[in-house]
């Protein structure tokens, strides 16, 4: 089994030092609501209260992104991002795009 990759928000993690930047990296994903999730979201909207549908679409987005970034570090050869950040933007009617994005680098102890 590989080394585990190591994702933080914050710059630096505690007892380990950068050995190597390798580069900014990013994951996304593009995820639409559906008739189902846009009427559901209607209703929600009228009645207020959570818009669940809109965040289960937008919770199952950020973690396809997360993957897909794990995925370009794992490809660089890096044991740790930094600086992870999302983005999220409504594109075109009902269409949501999270973006994830930070700096792959090769941590040691």
Same mark, same amino acid.
């Given at each position: 089994? /590989?080394?585990e990759l190591i994702l933080a928000t914050m710059p630096m993690i505690p007892k380990y030092?950068?050995?190597?930047? $390798? /580069?900014?990296?990013?994951? #996304?994903?593009?995820?639409? &609501?559906?008739?189902?999730? &846009? =009427?559901? #979201?209607? @209703?929600?909207?009228? !009645?207020?209260?959570?818009? !669940? +549908? ?6 199952? +987005? &950020? ?14 050869? +890096?044991? /740790?991002?930094?600086? @992870?950040? =999302?983005? %999220?933007?409504? @594109?075109?009617?009902? =269409?949501? $795009?999270? %973006? ?6 090769? $941590?040691?102890?």
């Open positions: 089994m /590989g080394e030092e950068v050995e190597e930047v $390798l /580069g900014v990296i990013y994951g #996304s994903s593009t995820r639409t &609501r559906g008739l189902g999730g &846009r =009427f559901v #979201s209607g @209703i929600q909207s009228i !009645t207020g209260g959570k818009g !669940t +549908a809109y965040a289960m679409e937008i919770e199952k +987005a &950020r973690k396809e992104a997360l993957e897909d970034l794990k995925n370009e570090a794992k490809k660089l050869g +890096a044991n /740790g991002v930094l600086s @992870i950040d =999302f983005e %999220t933007a409504e @594109i075109l009617e009902g =269409f949501i $795009l999270v %973006t994830a994005y930070g700096t792959a680098v090769k $941590l040691k102890k």
